[in-house]
């Protein structure tokens, strides 16, 4: 592998790496090819568990050289695309999105198309909402009259009066340029026009529309002046759906970024004469040590190739350290472009909010949102507490330190999924080194099977149970990926990591009702545990002085029966299938030998 490293030239290019069967691992790239490859095995101690993975496996190095760090984005983009590499940052954005054509033939048409080919046509978008597209594609059909049949249409093949008009042509969406009732020139004059409105430039239309409203009127052509204002509001209405800045500020691309629940978000908002004409967003998850820099920068060319963008212009909400060739960018504080970067901001909040909650309901089913919600503020949370598990540690005089760990999901308990533990690190009662130990076994279990984290932990307990819990936490590298807080009785005190001061929440309220809820049902479940325990220990010791029955056979009985009166009354017919023949002799003999 040294001897590969040395070879690698400071220039820019694209690094790609294989295993020993030739499969592509990762595509990369870098102004400086040597240092950036050089910095994966540099850095090899502090690289993260994936990180590692990879370059255990990497067995070839290839390197292609180029121009510019431009030309090296457009290349690994290709090869990304066309290799799949496993190592990349994965793109939730597989899904193929429509286009509004605008054929290359003498009388064009306009329609929607999911097939993007570089055949002379006009293609438009692509459109993410389909319910937008069919509305401008209305809004185009209202104003312009084209055809919508696939004959073909030639000005020879009209002269030979091959075509008849159709039904678009009686109820007056078509002029029928068919049967030559409309003039090539017109046909195609309003097809300029119509690319035009699907470029979002309006005011060329606006002012053809206005000219020739003014033209028929002055004509005394009444019925075609007033054709010609409804048109006109018509592009007005549609225009003020969309206007949201100042009309000067044309041709710009702005995006907003954001990362949540392991995965980095960016919408995207085209702006042509302060009216947004595209709308998007992008998911996207990092496979190995990329910077937020690095994704953003990823996805914003990612869509810009996606929409074919020539904006000269991107606004940004931080610097991100790239070479974007020939375009400005813009990080606005205050102004227009500021409030189209807090638009942007908006759709991606409201993305993220619509994102998070379909992926709870496809997880926990239908989300109780006004309950969850209201906890969510009254607690300060980050995220809807749908699943919370609460803990409680309990024992008598010292013996069967036990805890338990009661979970509920969509404010509702999940019995089935209850849990209680028998405390093994600590021999005298030690409420925080008991919710230490407990803490740290329930959640490493959790990580090691790979199923799923609460989204709120509830301790019953004050600050010093929060802080032993806070401690195993940070063990297992779950501080702040979990939002945790502590019940402390009598005043029924809300404690926070990182708050001294604790929350008191009204006494009414649903919040505080759900979390005393949680809380007794953890104790209620802890003390049953304890209590079972008990019981079984003074079973444990009439059955300890039967001599030849060890542990395993005590517990099949006590699990099998609800007493020691009928264990003693069970005929060895009934012990046989359980314990064996003669163990079932043993037990029979000892309570029926007196």
Known sequence: MAKQLENIPHKPGVYKYYDKKGTILYVGKAKDLKKRVSSYWNNQNNASGKIKVLLSRIYKIEYIITNSEGDALLLE???????????????????????????????????KTRNYSPDGSHYF????????????????????????????LTYNTIQKNKFKVC???????????????????????????????????????????????????????????????????????????????????????????????????????????????????????????????????????????????SSKEIIIPFDIDANFEQIKITIPKSGDKYKLLQLSFSNLNYFIHQYTLNKLKANYGNVNVRLLNQVKKDLQLD????????????????????????????GKPAKNEYRHFKIKTVDIPDDFASMREVIYRRYKRLLEENLPLPHLIVIDGGKGQLSSALESLNKLDLINKIEIISIAKKLEEIYKPNISLPLYINKRSETLKLIQRIRNEAHRFAISFHRNLKTNHSHSSILDEIIGIGESTKTKLLKNFTSIDEISNASVETLKPLIGLHKAKIIWNFFHSI
């Not at 940052?89 to 193929?96: A, G, P, S």
């Not at 960016?266 to 595209?278: F, L």
């Not at 507490?385 to 330190?401: A, I, K, T, W, Y």
Request: proline fraction near 4%.
């Open 383 to 410: 995220n809807l507490p749908v699943r919370m598990e609460c803990f409680d540690n309990s024992h008598h005089q010292g013996d069967d330190l036990v805890a338990s760990c009661v979970v509920f999901v969509n």
């Open 77 to 111: 983009n290709n090869l990304i695309k066309t290799l799949h590499p496993r190592y990349n940052i994965l793109l939730k954005d597989d899904k193929t999105y429509p286009w509004i054509k605008v054929t290359n033939e003498e009388f064009p048409r306009i329609f």
């Open 125 to 152: 978008g692509p459109y993410p909402s389909v319910t937008m597209m069919y509305l401008l594609l209305e809004l185009l059909q209202k104003l312009f009259q084209f055809r919508t049949c696939k004959l073909p």
């Open 167 to 309: 039904l678009e042509y009686h109820i007056g969406n078509c002029k029928a340029p068919c049967i030559a009732k409309q003039h090539i020139e017109d046909y195609n004059e309003k097809i300029g026009l119509a690319i035009k409105v699907l470029k979002g430039e309006l005011k060329p239309v606006k002012e053809y529309l206005l000219s020739k409203m003014n033209e028929y009127s002055e004509q005394l052509k009444f019925e075609l002046a007033h054709e010609y204002k409804k048109k006109l509001e018509l592009l007005d209405q549609y225009q003020s759906k969309s206007i949201i800045v100042n009309q000067n500020i044309h041709n710009i691309d702005v995006f907003s970024f954001d990362f949540k629940d392991k995965h980095y978000f960016i919408n995207y908002v085209k702006i042509m004469h302060g009216s947004v004409v595209q709308s998007h967003n992008l998911i996207l998850s990092p496979q190995l040590n990329e910077t937020k820099e690095e994704i953003f920068y990823e996805g914003i060319m990612h869509i810009r190739n996606l929409f074919n963008s």
